[in-house]
């Protein structure tokens, strides 16, 4: 049997389970809040345009609007100066191998627990490969935090000196991409970088290492204790948005059952 019809078999009989990484598009969940002097980010909006009504008797559907990176979303190259000249950096242009690929889940929830400032480090990276083998190239890697679980004004954890939200150093982004060269970053937060983020140098280190390493970041995440440490596969496949900077996407996992 091919390993498609295999892995179809598999998906049937629930050997291989499919676990969903995603957040509700919701009017009420939370956007990234940006210094008063910049652009905002918009929540997601939709307005009925029928419902079975003299509008459209037959039919329901809705007007959608939102941001690029509202919600469980994906960030491309060109959405960071860093990765403005990347070739094929925005979501239209990707190749599409990229979307589909495996996923290592690095778990943070004790520390995130502990210090809503939480640091992922070179030291907690080594650490998770001392238990679980070198993080291959070309994987994703998602930082586990279980603030997916937050909800409220606990999500952004906003303080008069901006968010507290756990996140990589510069040192572990660059680790991460320049030594184990993987396909990109997710994050249960609002964004890939920390809530104090714009203080590092590179100020949001993540944004700017990965996307100027063509790489590609995952945020707003959802589920990530139901993933293993390694061996699941990601799928994640953004908008084909013309000359987009990111998009609301589905993302999904597929888990085998041991
Ligand atoms: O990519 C994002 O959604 C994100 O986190 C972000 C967007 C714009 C500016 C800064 C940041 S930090
Ligand atoms: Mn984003």
Not at 67 to 90: C, K, M, Q, Y
Not at 154 to 180: C, F, K, W
Not at 231 to 237: K, P
Request: aromatic letters at 8%.
């Amino acid at each position: 049997m091919s390993t498609l019809s295999d892995l179809a078999v598999k998906l049937t009989s629930g050997d291989v389970r499919v676990i969903d990484l995603t957040h509700t598009l919701d009017p009420d969940f939370p956007v990234i809040i940006l210094p008063p002097e910049f652009g905002q980010c918009a929540r997601f909006r939709m307005e009925e345009v029928s419902a079975y009504d003299h509008r459209g008797p037959a039919w329901k559907w809705h007007n959608i609007s939102m941001s690029e990176h509202t919600g469980t979303h994906f960030d491309a190259p060109v959405h960071w100066i860093s990765g403005r000249d990347v070739p094929n950096g925005a979501v239209d242009e990707i190749d599409p191998a990229a979307f589909v690929g495996s996923v290592v889940v690095i778990d943070c929830s004790e520390g995130a627990a502990e210090d809503e400032d939480f640091e992922l480090t070179p030291a907690v990276i080594e650490a998770w490969e001392s238990e679980h083998g070198q993080i291959p190239a070309g994987a994703w890697v998602l930082m586990r935090t279980d603030w997916s679980k937050r909800r409220g004004a606990a999500y952004l954890n906003m303080r008069d000196d901006g968010a507290h939200s756990p996140g990589p150093t510069p040192d572990a982004i660059r680790m991460l991409v320049e030594q184990r060269d993987i396909r990109g970053f997710g994050t249960e937060t609002v964004g890939t970088d920390a809530g104090q983020g714009a203080h590092y140098t590179p100020p949001y280190p993540a944004h700017y290492i990965l996307h100027g390493a063509g790489k590609y970041g995952l945020q707003c995440l959802a589920n990530l204790d139901q993933l293993p440490a390694t061996g699941a596969v990601l799928m994640a496949a953004p908008l084909k948005i013309k000359n987009g900077t990111g998009s609301p996407l589905r993302v999904l996992a597929m888990v085998e059952n041991t």
